[in-house]
């Protein structure tokens, strides 16, 4: 143990046993492979091992990091003064419930696998969601979504761990507060909870959803394909462009959409489309308002697919992926992004916001 925090062996024998780390790499366990060290680490197996790490932390007022995939993440050049607690918890249960199954995964199991695993015994809810990288417990925080699904629409519920008080809640997905890329998680209690276990409603023999154009596309006018196949589809299109997690394939080097698609209202929808002349493509976003393709919006401001600034640059294959071209660094990739964000803010006065998680930066540098 590091001499600064004493010799109170009773307090963290169990840490101990779970070989707590000094400086351990973080760019390595993210997809960006980007970012510096962790001064402290440590891989809980079991929610009392989460306990004790957080409890630990607690003690010495160090801040605190879960991770998880480290999928949606770009750490900062000097890395992260705190503990990092990587969540390894694994384990899934299944039972029957009015006609449907309910998966009980735990926060530590791949995502993407378990979508493999439902879709083959033709589970219906999360198809469309098939090869997004990360884990389990990263998909209530961020309420993952693609091709026409949220996880949203088949969470029932997640048990957390409430830091304040150490103590276990499970709480129903009303309680989340879901909406598009958010949830309490990652907005009004942000820090507050830690999940440990996420469980999805899904509906045996159920149709595949089709509403996404591009899945349209892969399939013959009036087929029905099986889970299995659209799964399969929404691979081949996210390798298409570049999200598919592929060694070796620099395009991948990314967060994925390194940008969320802008919701506006009527009004300011109907300004831009004054403003350009013609109306922009647009989604349903409910409550009045539409939601902006960020992609065409990026496009539109002058920057195409393979742009480079640097190190940086925005994928070949899919322009909402800013990715590592080597050895980039967290203040290359915000540089490239601060330049997108401005354009597209001075041709269609929107603000486009970023979606991957920050970790280690503080006010004024990186």
Request: charged letters at 20%; proline letters at 4%.
């Given at each position: 143990?590091?001499?600064?925090?004493g010799?109170?062996?009773a307090?963290?024998?169990?840490l101990?046993?779970?070989?707590?780390?000094e400086?351990?790499?973080?760019?390595?366990?993210t997809?960006?492979?980007i970012g510096?060290?962790?001064?402290w680490?440590?891989?809980?197996?079991?929610?009392?091992?989460?306990?004790?790490?957080?409890?630990?932390a607690?003690?010495?007022?160090?801040?605190l990091?879960?991770?998880?995939?480290?999928s949606?993440?770009?750490?900062?050049?000097?890395?992260?003064?705190?503990l990092?607690?990587?969540?390894?918890l694994?384990?899934?249960e299944t039972?029957?419930?009015?006609?449907?199954?309910?998966?009980?995964?735990?926060?530590?199991?791949e995502?993407d696998?378990?979508?493999?695993k439902?879709v083959?015994v033709n589970?219906?809810?999360?198809?469309?969601?098939?090869?997004i990288?990360?884990t389990?417990?990263?998909?209530p925080?961020q309420?993952?979504?693609?091709?026409?699904q949220?996880?949203?629409e088949?969470?029932?519920r997640v048990?957390?761990?409430?830091l304040e008080?150490l103590?276990?809640?499970?709480m129903t997905?009303?309680?989340?507060?879901f909406?598009?890329r958010?949830?309490?998680?990652?907005?009004?209690?942000?820090?507050?909870?830690?999940?440990?276990?996420?469980?999805y409603r899904?509906r045996p023999?159920?149709a595949?959803?089709?509403?996404?154009?591009?899945?349209?596309?892969?399939?013959?006018p009036?087929?029905?394909p099986?889970?299995?196949e659209v799964?399969?589809?929404?691979?081949?299109?996210?390798?298409?462009?570049?999200?598919?997690i592929?060694q070796?394939?620099?395009?991948?080097?990314?967060?994925?959409s390194?940008?969320k698609n802008p919701?506006v209202?009527m009004?300011q929808?109907a300004?831009l489309?004054?403003r350009?002349?013609?109306?922009?493509?647009?989604?349903p976003?409910?409550?009045?308002?539409v939601?902006?393709p960020?992609?065409?919006?990026?496009?539109?401001?002058g920057f195409s697919?393979?742009f480079?600034?640097?190190?940086?640059?925005?994928?070949s294959r899919h322009?909402?992926?800013l990715?590592?071209?080597?050895?980039a660094?967290?203040?290359?990739?915000?540089?490239?992004?601060?330049?997108?964000?401005?354009?597209?803010?001075?041709?269609?006065?929107?603000?486009?916001?970023?979606e991957p998680?920050m970790?280690?930066?503080q006010?004024?540098?990186?």
């Amino acid at each position: 143990m590091h001499p600064e925090y004493g010799e109170d062996r009773a307090a963290c024998c169990r840490l101990t046993e779970m070989k707590i780390q000094e400086n351990v790499a973080l760019a390595p366990l993210t997809t960006l492979g980007i970012g510096g060290p962790a001064r402290w680490f440590v891989e809980a197996a079991t929610e009392t091992e989460i306990v004790d790490a957080v409890r630990w932390a607690k003690e010495r007022t160090l801040p605190l990091f879960v991770l998880g995939g480290g999928s949606n993440l770009l750490v900062a050049d000097a890395g992260f003064t705190g503990l990092v607690l990587h969540v390894a918890l694994k384990g899934t249960e299944t039972a029957e419930e009015s006609g449907c199954i309910i998966y009980r995964v735990a926060a530590g199991e791949e995502w993407d696998g378990f979508v493999e695993k439902t879709v083959q015994v033709n589970c219906a809810g999360v198809e469309c969601l098939a090869g997004i990288p990360g884990t389990i417990g990263g998909t209530p925080v961020q309420n993952v979504g693609a091709y026409g699904q949220e996880v949203a629409e088949t969470i029932q519920r997640v048990r957390v761990l409430d830091l304040e008080r150490l103590e276990f809640v499970e709480m129903t997905a009303a309680e989340c507060g879901f909406a598009y890329r958010t949830s309490i998680f990652n907005s009004t209690a942000r820090g507050r909870f830690l999940v440990t276990r996420v469980d999805y409603r899904l509906r045996p023999g159920g149709a595949a959803n089709l509403r996404y154009a591009d899945l349209q596309k892969a399939f013959a006018p009036g087929s029905s394909p099986t889970l299995v196949e659209v799964a399969e589809a929404v691979r081949r299109i996210r390798q298409g462009k570049g999200m598919l997690i592929v060694q070796g394939d620099a395009d991948c080097r990314s967060a994925g959409s390194f940008f969320k698609n802008p919701i506006v209202g009527m009004e300011q929808f109907a300004e831009l489309t004054a403003r350009l002349g013609q109306e922009p493509p647009r989604y349903p976003a409910g409550d009045g308002r539409v939601k902006l393709p960020a992609a065409w919006l990026i496009e539109q401001a002058g920057f195409s697919k393979g742009f480079v600034l640097g190190r940086a640059g925005i994928s070949s294959r899919h322009t909402l992926a800013l990715i590592n071209k080597g050895n980039a660094t967290a203040a290359d990739l915000l540089t490239l992004r601060d330049v997108i964000v401005a354009g597209v803010g001075a041709k269609f006065g929107i603000a486009l916001e970023m979606e991957p998680v920050m970790l280690g930066f503080q006010a004024g540098g990186i």
